[in-house]
């Protein structure tokens, strides 16, 4: 069976702004609910304040930036202590500029309309993440009859 490949999803820490409440639902959702053997989230606090762990998994392994606005905090702070990201997903791309700049808000005061806006969002890092598995398939699907086993739905 193939080595499980791993991908870094980095939220942004927006805590100012309801963009950055659903990046870090949505990256939660990878995490627990929809990848959760081949999500590792890191923590961009830790990042910043020089986290030699957290720094070098963003080096040796793909790398996902789910950002609250264009401002792109979680992509440049991965880019400039680790390496580049494979992909950016931007909440205020897929909720709205307006909506994502709204006040944020504590989990226990979401609505459904709020929840919605997570699944879209983790719908899209699902949909990105999916890509870079298959792109790191070490085993190409024309070789095999059935799943490799890495995660990349191959097969
Ligand atoms: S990317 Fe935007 S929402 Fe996220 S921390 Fe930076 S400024 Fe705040």
């Given at each position: 069976?193939?080595?499980e490949?791993?991908?870094?999803?980095?939220?942004?820490?927006?805590?100012?702004?309801?963009?950055?409440?659903?990046?870090?639902?949505?990256?939660?959702?990878?995490?627990?609910?929809?990848r959760p053997d081949h999500?590792?989230?890191?923590?961009?606090?830790?990042?910043?304040?020089?986290?030699?762990?957290?720094?070098?998994?963003?080096?040796?392994?793909?790398?996902?930036?789910?950002?609250?606005?264009?401002?792109?905090?979680?992509?440049?702070?991965?880019?400039?202590?680790?390496?580049?990201?494979?992909?950016?997903?931007?909440?205020?791309?897929?909720?709205?500029?307006?909506?994502?700049?709204?006040?944020?808000?504590?989990?226990?005061?979401?609505?459904?309309?709020?929840?919605?806006?997570?699944?879209?969002?983790?719908?899209?890092?699902?949909?990105?993440?999916?890509?870079?598995?298959?792109?790191?398939?070490?085993?190409?699907?024309?070789?095999?009859?059935?799943?490799?086993?890495?995660g990349?739905?191959?097969?």
């Open positions: 069976m193939a080595e490949t791993k991908i870094g999803v980095v939220s942004c820490s927006g805590e100012d702004c309801l963009g950055g409440t659903i990046s870090r639902l949505a990256t939660r959702k990878m995490m627990d609910e929809i999500t590792v989230t890191i923590c961009l606090p830790l990042f910043l304040a020089g986290g030699q762990e957290e720094r070098m998994f963003a080096k040796e392994y793909p790398t996902i930036a789910v950002d609250g606005c264009s401002k792109a905090c979680a992509k440049r702070a991965t880019e400039k202590y680790s390496g580049k990201v494979n992909s950016v997903v931007f909440v205020s791309d897929l909720i709205g500029g307006e909506m994502a700049e709204s006040p944020a808000l504590s989990t226990r005061d979401l609505t459904a309309e709020h929840r919605a806006m997570v699944d879209k969002v983790a719908a899209e890092v699902t949909r990105q993440f999916d890509v870079i598995l298959s792109a790191n398939c070490k085993e190409p699907t024309a070789s095999k009859a059935s799943s490799c086993g890495c990349c739905n191959c097969g």
